[in-house]
């Protein structure tokens, strides 16, 4: 496909004397399968805004996101570069270093206004992202637990905030915009007609919510700009399983049904209107896209591809160390080039996604030699530059409360070292622990509905299965506690493997226990470290004072 020249001669039309000035528009969608929009297959007319998009412009029907996980997909689409060389490898872990460089950095330094506006707080300021945004809104965090509810707005919020920056800009410089949409995430909510619209159906129900509030940004765009003076990238940042190879939601596991995005791309003037590309492109690709298509250099040394020319005979590298980080499974990291698909882990699994595309039938070990040529590609990425972190770049830990408080388990912190990508761990494999993970939402479920009893029982027999399941000891200490019985929740807390004890939540109970045992000199360190781990934060300072005043007074 040679959609460079002509778009490139589509901008230079688009710049003549009293047009708007070309502008770019990037539109994520959270957890959105590609087969839950039209345009890619759906039955039901859920997501005429986003089908207009395809319509008017390119649909990419073999896009893939690098890791089933919010923060790094999103990172690799502002960066260029895959997670294991930017360093972002789960949410809340820690933030990018800041000496990345990202899209946003490119063109505001070009001249253009930049803002982002985020739907939910895994996308906060403080992970890193907000480089170079002249304007970064996103949800505001909490000191909120490990199972609190949903921090997150909804996307109808988050278009009306972006539309106030559109018409309050600097209508003579051009302008970058991102805008996140978080409504597919768990748990589905949709208003009664759109449940009714999508059938009963709460996923799609929420995607066609998601819709809807596209439609009024795109109705924001053409009357503050016009749609044709713009480049506009349309991507989810990974898919939900919706039960698919015993996974109920997303982050662990890597096949095709996480994998697989919708990507769209429109460019000026509706160039290549209705085309589709079979290809297989990325996410990372959305940085060089952007810098081709508005006519400015792109950076030497990115994974990522320009969209405008995709390579027909391309591999592209996936990951997911949540497994790793959190419940002690191996971590999964492969690579596919559309045809053949590797998964790496303690048990490894090749597949033919043209003849077998629901992964049913691991070809290995019985055609090891057709994962080698997979294996070297792996090896290849493995030996380029990584993007280094200062020893003063972390992140707090209330921000890794807050989200845990979205729905994920936080990842543990303090753990730096990964192992590459084909490292041989020994661990559990994660996709024989789906009952596991399984068993844990349940238990939160039970808590939730009131039943924190067999919660606890439910947790109790699954740490002694998993003692390096440090999710579910954290959570299985915050009910004990909350049942007053600080000595068993102390207990636990000692069983939280060391790596993942430095967390403002572990260190807080394990304070907050101690004191309720009559314990103030031991409780006031992790009172203190706890507000180091989240510094000014009233919660930690008042809890700090309280047991220091009880020490000076004995």
Request: charged share 20%; with cysteine.
């Amino acid at each position: 496909m040679r959609v460079r020249a002509l778009a490139l001669a589509a901008l230079v039309a688009g710049c003549g004397a009293g047009e708007p000035p070309l502008s770019a528009v990037l539109i994520t969608l959270d957890t959105t399968n590609r087969d839950a929009l039209g345009c890619f297959g759906q039955a039901l007319a859920l997501t005429p805004n986003l089908d207009r998009i395809a319509k008017e412009g390119i649909a990419f029907d073999q896009a893939r996101t690098v890791a089933p996980i919010t923060l790094p997909a999103h990172t690799s689409m502002l960066t260029g570069l895959v997670p294991l060389r930017h360093g972002v490898r789960d949410n809340a872990l820690a933030p990018l270093a800041r000496s990345a460089e990202t899209l946003s950095e490119r063109l505001s330094s070009a001249g253009f206004q930049s803002a982002a506006f985020v739907s939910a707080v895994v996308l906060a300021a403080p992970y890193g992202l907000d480089q170079g945004f002249g304007v970064y809104d996103a949800p505001l965090g909490s000191a909120g637990g490990a199972t609190a509810h949903m921090l997150e707005r909804p996307a109808e919020d988050t278009v009306r905030a972006a539309s106030a920056w559109l018409r309050a800009r600097d209508r003579a410089r051009p302008f970058f915009l991102w805008l996140h949409a978080f409504e597919p995430h768990e748990p589905y909510a949709p208003a009664r007609e759109l449940l009714e619209l999508a059938r009963g159906d709460p996923y799609l129900g929420e995607v066609a919510a998601l819709d809807g509030a596209l439609g009024e940004l795109l109705r924001v765009l053409e009357e503050e700009h016009g749609l044709d003076h713009l480049v506009l990238i349309v991507s989810a940042d990974h898919g939900e399983m919706l039960g698919e190879h015993g996974e109920r939601t997303h982050s662990v596991l890597c096949y095709e049904r996480a994998l697989r995005v919708p990507l769209l791309v429109r460019l000026p003037g509706g160039a290549h209107a209705g085309e589709r590309v079979t290809s297989p492109v990325c996410v990372t690709d959305v940085m060089p896209t952007f810098l081709e298509a508005l006519a400015l250099p792109v950076p030497a040394g990115l994974d990522g591809q320009s969209l405008l020319a995709p390579a027909p005979r391309r591999g592209t590298y996936f990951e997911s160390y949540t497994g790793y980080l959190n419940y002690g499974w191996s971590p999964i990291t492969g690579w596919t080039d559309g045809e053949r698909k590797l998964l790496h882990g303690t048990a490894s699994e090749l597949y033919d996604l043209a003849r077998d595309p629901a992964e049913q039938e691991n070809l290995l070990p019985g055609e090891s030699a057709g994962a080698e040529r997979l294996h070297h590609a792996i090896e290849a990425l493995s030996a380029l530059p990584r993007i280094e972190r200062g020893a003063d770049e972390h992140l707090d830990d209330g921000s890794r409360a807050d989200i845990q408080a979205l729905g994920y388990a936080g990842a543990a912190a303090g753990r730096s070292a990964f192992p590459e990508p084909l490292a041989d761990t020994g661990l559990p494999d994660a996709r024989t622990r789906m009952d596991e993970l399984e068993r844990f939402y349940r238990a939160v479920l039970r808590h939730n509905n009131g039943k924190t009893d067999e919660a606890i029982a439910e947790l109790t027999a699954l740490t002694q299965a998993n003692p390096g399941n440090a999710t579910a000891l954290n959570v299985l200490a915050t009910y004990l506690f909350q049942e007053k019985r600080p000595a068993e929740a102390l207990a636990v807390l000692e069983r939280i493997p060391e790596h993942a004890r430095e967390r403002v939540t572990v260190q807080d109970l394990l304070g907050h226990s101690l004191e309720q045992l009559g314990r103030p000199a031991e409780a006031v360190g992790h009172f203190e470290r706890a507000l180091a781990l989240k510094p000014g934060d009233p919660h930690q300072q008042q809890d700090l004072a309280r047991v220091r005043a009880l020490l000076g007074a004995r």
